[in-house]
């Protein structure tokens, strides 16, 4: 009979975890890297949740089963890299036969100007689903610095053990950026649907005037309608139009702001109501911002 969760357990520690997944104690209590071959995760464990207070980067090939991250399930057919931030939920039914993984406690970083910066990194924030998928080359690049991370908690720590690993961590946070633009680029048919089924779903949101009972369309509905996570639908938008999920959506509201002041006898207020807005100030600011004109303005030049 299969196990269903109730609760999720908050995990602070790199040791606690390390228990959860059968391997022994970490050499270094704030950072870990493991073969994912060496994890044994017993019955007891399988299908619990966990909030995980640390940063994980995963290289998972061959994998098999389901996973869980946030709300989504998701059946993997081929690996990747995926990056999970501190305090998301966590959730694995079966074991991966094959990968690695990487787990830093935010605590690691204090001091450092890559505390900071980690967070910049939006595909912490990526769904499972929209993992960083790596030509051989690519994977060659990010393992060489997984290697060295490994040796240098290996081998023995001193007092320029941190600084080593802080450098190759923030090594690896600009490979992947490199690498993701590169996989925005070169996965246009899959990123082209995207576009294509995201604006349907914003015509049929405005056609059928669901923006009147619903407000104005937020990115994270919208998202969630295309099943991937807000964070990568911006920055998928930035490489495909140069403007991110807000600034897509505040354009189609425009345009058919514009439509709607061209064709129709409606006052400003009733377009803004109909678009979503609840005052019509704020319909006005906004078109004024994006068209240097005034929606009145707007009308008489078609007059």
């Given at each position: 009979m299969k196990k269903i969760s109730v609760t999720s357990t908050k995990i602070d520690s790199l040791t606690d975890f390390h228990k959860v997944l059968g391997l022994s104690k970490p050499l270094h209590p704030m950072i870990s890297f493991f073969d994912v071959k060496d994890v044994n995760i017993s019955d007891e464990q399988v299908g619990n949740t966990f909030i995980l207070n640390f940063y994980k980067i995963s290289y998972k090939s061959n994998l098999c089963g389901q996973a869980k991250y946030g709300q989504h399930y998701y059946d993997f057919g081929e690996?990747?890299?995926?990056?999970?931030?501190?305090?998301?939920?966590?959730?694995?039914?079966?074991?991966?036969?094959?990968?690695?993984?990487?787990?830093?406690?935010?605590?690691?970083?204090?001091?450092?100007?890559?505390?900071?910066?980690?967070?910049?990194?939006?595909?912490?924030?990526?769904?499972?689903?929209?993992?960083?998928?790596?030509?051989?080359?690519?994977?060659?690049?990010?393992?060489?610095?997984?290697?060295?991370?490994?040796?240098?908690?290996?081998?023995?720590?001193?007092?320029?053990?941190?600084?080593?690993?802080?450098?190759?961590?923030?090594?690896?946070?600009?490979?992947?950026?490199?690498?993701?633009?590169?996989?925005?680029?070169?996965?246009?048919?899959?990123?082209?649907?995207?576009?294509?089924?995201?604006?349907?779903?914003?015509?049929?949101?405005?056609?059928?005037?669901?923006?009147?009972?619903?407000?104005?369309?937020?990115?994270?509905?919208?998202?969630?309608?295309?099943?991937?996570?807000?964070?990568?639908?911006?920055?998928?938008?930035?490489?495909?139009?140069?403007?991110?999920?807000?600034?897509?959506?505040?354009?189609?509201v425009i345009e058919k702001a514009k439509e709607l002041l061209s064709t129709t006898n409606l006052s400003v207020s009733e377009i803004a109501f109909e678009l979503g807005f609840e005052h019509s100030q704020s319909f006005s600011k906004l078109f004024k911002s994006k068209t240097n004109k005034s929606p009145l303005e707007f009308r008489q030049s078609f007059n």
């Open positions: 690996g990747g890299l995926v990056y999970t931030a501190p305090n998301q939920l966590f959730e694995v039914h079966n074991n991966v036969s094959s990968g690695c993984v990487l787990l830093v406690h935010p605590d690691f970083l204090l001091t450092y100007p890559l505390a900071k910066k980690i967070k910049q990194h939006r595909f912490f924030s990526y769904s499972t689903n929209e993992a960083l998928h790596l030509s051989e080359k690519e994977k060659e690049t990010i393992f060489s610095v997984f290697k060295i991370i490994d040796e240098e908690l290996k081998s023995r720590i001193d007092d320029f053990s941190q600084d080593v690993i802080i450098s190759q961590l923030e090594l690896l946070l600009n490979y992947s950026n490199r690498f993701y633009k590169r996989q925005f680029i070169t996965r246009k048919a899959v990123n082209n649907e995207i576009l294509q089924k995201l604006e349907e779903v914003l015509n049929s949101y405005f056609n059928q005037e669901k923006s009147s009972n619903l407000g104005i369309p937020k990115v994270q509905k919208i998202a969630e309608e295309l099943n991937i996570s807000p964070s990568y639908l911006s920055d998928l938008l930035r490489m495909l139009t140069g403007q991110n999920a807000q600034q897509h959506i505040q354009n189609k």
